[in-house]
Structure formats: C-alpha cells, structure tokens
C-alpha cells in the first residue's frame, strides 16, 4: 500500500504560479512511475502530466510550456510546476503512482480565478 499525499493548492490569479507536491509514502518510490491528474467540477479526470522512472516526462497539450513535472527519488516527492495559469486551470489535482497497481492521493484544490 501506498500513501501520497498532496499539498501546495490554493487561490492564484490567472497569469500566476503555484507548485503543487506530492509525498509518497513508499521506500521503492524511484521504481514508480508518478502521474498528475485533475479534475474540474462536471468534468471527467484527465491526466495532465507523467514523469517515469527514468525521468521522461510527458504532458497533456493544454498544459505544454506551463507545466513542469519534476521528481525528487531521495526525498519520495513529486511536484508540478505550474505557470501562466489560466482559469481553466481551476481543478483539484490528485497525484497518482503506479506500478503493479495504481495509488492515489487525496487531491488538492487549485482555483484560477481574479
């Protein structure tokens, strides 16, 4: 089993930066591949960025050359660096890590909005 554990939303105005991270609880972190997802009120989740074990990252297009995933395998983090954010941004994030099976986080709130 494994915990992870989300932290850093809160209110932004559009043009903003927040940074979210997630803490797992797992000593094989470095083997997990590590994703974030969010999900807006009415709307199905959707994957927004990964970041394997190797360190590839991939990212959803409407978050291309805003968003940064980084991992940090001796601290069991990963954190999403999210600028020029855009009221559409308005979500709770939830950070997922997979393996053999998938564990989520409990989500964090970001709202987007002047």
């Known amino acids: 089993q494994v915990q992870l554990v989300e932290s850093g939303g809160g209110l932004v105005q559009p043009g903003g930066s927040l940074r979210l991270s997630c803490a797992a609880s797992?000593?094989?972190?470095?083997?997990?591949?590590m994703d974030w997802y969010r999900q807006a009120p009415g709307k199905q989740r959707e994957l927004v960025a990964t970041?394997?074990?190797?360190?590839?990252?991939n990212y959803a297009d409407s978050v291309k050359g805003r968003f940064t995933i980084s991992r940090d395998n001796a601290k069991n983090t990963v954190s999403l660096q999210m600028n020029s954010l855009k009221p559409e941004d308005t979500a709770i994030y939830y950070c997922?890590?997979?393996?053999?099976?998938?564990?989520w986080g409990q989500g964090t709130q970001v709202t987007v909005s002047s």
């Open positions: 997922s890590a997979r393996r053999v099976g998938t564990y």
């Open positions: 797992t000593s094989a972190f470095r083997l997990y591949i």
């Open positions: 970041i394997t074990s190797g360190g590839n990252t």
